[in-house]
């Protein structure tokens, strides 16, 4: 059973947390090079239309975490949502390009454009988003958030970071400053456990 364009917008207008897996689901559509330049080249039928290439880029990448400029398009930033985060759109440059360019959208919220473009491509969702209501959403395994850095002795410390001395099997003394915003534990083995870089 695929859903009708309406059902499409009544279940984005009742679920917005939807629209972020709407907008990963059009954004995954387009080809890499699209993503990659946030200008659609190909009149394909899939991913997100030319006049919302580059917006809708930019919500993609928001909702991901994925750095398009980057090949293979690697996780870079922590995914966010629309729903709880959307308001940091508002000081991006292309959303303000966005909002400049089409002035019917102004008072809009971020959440309010990607809905109104996850609408427009409702096609490309009829049957992802009916399997998405049918099948419980399964949590992803954690990948451990923390890192055991070992190291020889502390050379010098000041109120914000530590220097760090590691000498390695060859003999060789690497240093490091390591901030403290990212210790989570100082244990006198000589080792710290610290936050797992992004």
Known sequence: MSLSKSQIATLLNNHPHLVDQA??????????????S???????????TSCYGNIGTT????????????????????????????NVLERTRD?????????????????????M?????????????????QTPVLSQPQT??????????VIRETQKAVLLEKVDSAGIAWERWLPKSMIINRNNDGTLEVKRPA
């Open 117 to 133: 473009i996850a609408i427009h491509h409702w096609g490309q969702l009829a049957e992802i988003l009916n399997a998405q209501l």
């Open 23 to 36: 907008i990963r689901i059009i954004g995954e559509n387009q080809t890499a090079d699209e993503l990659g």
């Open 59 to 86: 919500f993609y990448q928001f909702v991901t975490g994925r750095d398009c400029r980057q090949h293979g398009h690697p996780v870079r930033w922590t995914p966010k949502s629309l729903v709880t985060d959307g």
């Open 38 to 48: 946030k200008h659609t080249k190909y009149q394909n039928g899939i991913g997100f």
């Open 144 to 153: 451990p958030q923390t890192v055991t850095v070992t190291y020889t002795r």
């Open 95 to 115: 959303m303000k390009r966005f909002k400049r360019r089409n002035p019917h959208y102004a008072n809009q919220s971020s959440l309010d454009i990607a809905r």
